[in-house]
C-alpha cells in the first residue's frame, strides 16, 4: 500500500523541503514554556516510531495549540509511515491541511497516499481530486523564487517544483482514469511524465486511458505508451517479469491493430528516448491500411477492392450488424454488378484453396486475397462431376448466407451456372463392341 511512497525517488528530498517550509509557517516561533521544548527533545531523539508517536501523541495533548503544529504534523505522517499505517498517514495529513489549508507538504501527502492506497470510492476520488488542485495552487507561491532559502540553487529548487507537480498531475490522471474520464487522464499523465519521465507506471496507466477511449486515433498513442513501460529501465521501471510480460503484450495488440510487425522496432526505439509520443506520432491501423489500398485496388483491380471492403466492413466493429443488413441473403455481386471506381464488378475472383469432400464435393474453398487464405466457402446443391485443381482460379456470384469471423469465412449459395473456370466433366470412353468370336481352325 505504501510501495508509491517509499518508491518516489524525491520523496527524502521534499521531506527536507517540507521541514523548511512546514516550520517556517510562523513567524518567529516560540515554544509554549521548557516544557514543551523538553518534550520535542526526546521526539527528535527517539529512535522507535512508536516510542516517538506516543510522544507526539502526548505533544499534541498537552500543547494543542503551538508555533510548530505543523512541524508537528509532518513529524507524526513520517513516523506513520515507519510503522506501515498508511490509513494514519493520511488521517493525519488531512488534519494538517484542515489546520493550515497552505501546508504544501501535507497537500503532497494527500496526493501520494490517495493513488498508493487505491481507494476508488466516490469520496476517495473527490478528496484526490481536491488535493491536487490545491497541491497545484499551493506551488506557484510556495515556491516562488523570492522564497528560495539560500543554500538551495536555482536547479534544486526548480527541481522540487517539478516533482510536486508531477504529484499532482499523476493523482489527477489517476483520479480521471477512475472517473472515465479517459481524455482528461491522458492529458494528466502526459504532463505528468514531462517532468517524470521514469515513471513506468503512469506510461502504463496511459496507455490504458487511451485503449478506453475506444478511439481509433488514440490506439496508436496507447500502444506507444506500453511500449514505454515495456522497454524503460531504470529508477522508477517495472521488474523485468512485468516488463517481459508487457513486451509480449504489447507486440500482440501492435500486430492486431497495424495487421503486422512493420513499424514496430521504430516505435520501441521511440518509447526508450522519449517518455511521450511526439507531436503528430501514429501509427496506422489495418482498418486505414486497408483503406490505403483499397482505392488504389479500385484503379489496378477493381474485383479484389470490392471484396477488400466487403472483408474490412465485417471485420470491423459493426461487422455483424452489416453482415444482418447488407450481405445476409442477398446475391453478391447481383445481377447488374456493383460500380468499383470507374468499373462494375459482375462476379469475384478466387483461387481453389481446397474442396469437400474431395471427391464429387458440394463445397469449394477459396482464397481471394491470397491464394493461401480460406475466406469463402462456394455451396452447390448438387455434388460437382469435375473436381477443380488447388490453385484454379474461379470467377463467381451468390446468395450470401453466413459468416464466421474466427476463422474468418464468407458463405456463398451458388449455381454451377454461376462460376466461371470449373473444370467440364470427363466424358466417359467409348464402350468396346464385341465382334463375333473367331473360328477356331480345324
Not at 487505491?118 to 481536491?130: R, V
Not at 483520479?175 to 499523465?189: G, I
Not at 503486422?260 to 520501441?268: A, F, R, Y
Request: aromatic content about 8%; glycine content about 6%; hydrophobic content about 40%.
Amino acid at each position: 500500500m505504501l510501495n508509491i511512497v517509499k518508491k518516489t525517488t524525491a520523496a527524502i528530498a521534499l521531506l527536507c523541503l517540507g521541514s523548511a517550509l512546514a516550520w517556517g509557517q510562523a513567524a518567529q516561533p516560540q515554544w509554549k514554556d521548557r516544557a514543551e521544548f523538553d518534550l520535542f527533545e526526546l521526539i527528535r531523539k527517539e529512535q522507535n516510531p512508536q516510542a516517538r508517536l506516543q510522544l507526539l501523541q502526548q505533544w499534541e495533548q498537552k500543547y494543542p495549540e503551538t508555533d510548530f503544529k505543523d512541524g508537528r504534523y509532518e513529524l507524526m505522517v513520517q513516523t506513520y509511515q515507519q510503522l506501515g499505517k498508511a490509513k494514519e498517514m493520511l488521517d493525519t495529513a488531512k488534519a494538517w491541511v484542515a489546520s493550515n489549508p497552505k501546508a504544501i507538504t501535507g497537500w503532497y501527502w494527500i496526493n501520494l497516499l490517495t493513488v498508493s492506497m487505491n481507494d476508488t470510492s466516490p469520496g476517495a476520488l473527490e478528496q484526490g481530486d481536491k488535493a491536487a488542485r490545491a497541491l497545484l495552487e499551493q506551488i506557484e507561491e510556495a515556491l516562488s523564487p523570492a522564497k528560495k532559502p539560500a543554500q538551495v540553487t536555482d536547479e534544486q529548487w526548480n527541481q522540487q517544483k517539478a516533482t510536486m507537480e508531477y504529484v499532482a498531475y499523476r493523482t489527477l490522471g489517476w483520479v480521471a482514469l477512475e472517473r472515465q474520464q479517459y481524455l482528461d487522464a491522458d492529458k494528466y499523465f502526459v504532463e505528468a511524465l514531462k517532468r517524470n519521465p521514469n515513471d513506468a507506471q503512469v506510461s502504463a496507466w496511459a496507455g490504458r486511458a487511451n485503449v478506453r477511449t475506444k478511439q481509433l486515433e488514440r490506439q496508436g498513442i496507447a500502444l506507444f505508451h506500453f511500449a514505454r513501460a515495456a522497454v524503460h529501465s531504470g529508477p522508477g521501471a517495472f521488474p523485468e517479469q512485468a516488463r517481459q510480460q508487457l513486451m509480449s503484450s504489447f507486440e500482440k495488440n501492435y500486430i492486431n491493430f497495424h495487421g503486422s510487425k512493420d513499424g514496430m522496432d521504430e516505435v520501441l526505439k521511440l518509447a526508450q528516448t522519449a517518455a511521450v509520443p511526439p507531436e503528430g506520432f501514429k501509427i496506422e491501423s489495418q482498418d486505414e491500411i486497408m483503406a490505403k489500398q483499397e482505392e488504389e485496388l479500385k484503379k489496378t483491380n477493381p474485383v479484389l477492392a470490392l471484396w477488400v471492403g466487403i472483408k474490412r466492413e465485417l471485420t470491423g466493429p459493426n461487422g455483424a450488424t452489416y453482415f444482418e443488413n447488407s450481405l445476409k441473403n442477398a446475391h453478391i455481386p447481383g445481377p447488374d454488378g456493383i460500380p468499383v471506381g470507374e468499373t462494375t464488378v459482375k462476379k469475384l475472383k478466387g483461387t481453389v484453396v481446397g474442396a469437400d469432400p474431395p471427391k464429387r464435393p458440394k463445397k469449394l474453398v477459396l482464397g481471394l486475397s491470397s491464394p493461401n487464405m480460406s475466406e469463402v466457402t462456394l455451396v452447390f446443391e448438387n455434388p460437382l462431376a469435375a473436381v477443380p485443381e488447388p490453385g484454379t482460379e474461379l470467377e463467381f456470384a451468390g446468395v450470401v448466407t453466413d459468416y464466421s469471423l474466427e476463422p474468418f469465412n464468407v458463405t456463398f449459395e451458388v449455381e454451377p451456372g454461376d462460376v466461371s473456370g470449373l473444370p467440364a466433366p470427363k466424358k466417359a470412353a467409348p464402350a468396346v463392341k464385341k465382334g463375333p468370336a473367331a473360328v477356331k481352325k480345324k
